[in-house]
């Protein structure tokens, strides 16, 4: 793991890694629970909110040429209006929250301590821009979808740890393609909230 190499890109700089950003996104959401089919057409519209945005944050990691995970994050005011629509419905103050997109790692890569860089890389992007308050949000499936793995284990203890606490109240609906279907459907996802020092 000590030949890793962290690139940490801004704004329009995303732009000359989207490809990257895009593939290792498609391959880990592949799994449960997000079962994302996937496309680039798909990801470059995703990935333009942070190309356009000059205080977003895109953390990529590579061994070798190979980008194995990245992790993204931009100020809530910046982000689209299916993440902002439930924490201004609930009265809280959109422009003091920094929004976390993806954090993703190919599975032979967990366990490293990666993940838990991508969370204090993105709370120190925060800070940096002032902002108070950090969120999240997870796909919610099932308990007994069909394919949902033997043994699956959920990242709630993992986030838990980080010091993030689960918002049940807050929720918002993205729409994406599942594996095997063309079509987007709206998918319920529930947020993640940590207040910084």
């Known amino acids: 793991m000590a030949e890793l190499r962290i690139e940490s890109l801004r704004g329009a700089a995303i732009a ?3 490809d990257a950003l895009a593939d290792v996104r498609i391959k880990v959401f592949r799994a449960f629970p997000y079962l994302y089919e996937g496309s680039l057409d798909y990801e470059r519209h995703y990935l333009q909110t942070y190309i356009d945005c000059p205080r977003s944050l895109a953390i990529l990691v590579w061994d070798g040429d ?3 995970g990245a992790s993204t994050a931009l100020p809530l005011v ?4 299916d993440a ?3 924490f201004i419905a609930g009265g809280h103050r959109v422009e003091e929250i920094d929004y976390f997109g993806e954090s993703v790692l190919l599975p032979e890569y967990r366990g490293f301590g990666l993940g838990v860089k991508f969370f204090e890389l993105r709370e120190a ?7 108070k308050v950090c969120a999240f949000c997870a796909v919610q499936r099932p308990d007994d979808h069909p394919l949902k793995p033997a043994g699956y284990v959920p990242n709630d203890r993992f986030w838990g ?3 993030y606490a ?3 109240e807050i929720v918002t609906t993205f729409s994406w393609p599942d594996i095997g279907e063309t079509e987007s459907t ?3 996802m529930t947020f993640w909230l940590k207040r910084l020092p």
């Open 16 to 18: 000359s890694q989207l």
């Open 161 to 163: 740890k980080r010091g």
């Open 166 to 168: 689960k918002a049940p």
């Open 78 to 81: 910046d982000a689209g209006a």
């Open 66 to 68: 190979r980008c194995i």
């Open 84 to 86: 902002q629509a439930p």
């Open 125 to 131: 992007h925060a800070a940096e821009l002032g902002l």
């Open 186 to 188: 709206a998918k319920p």
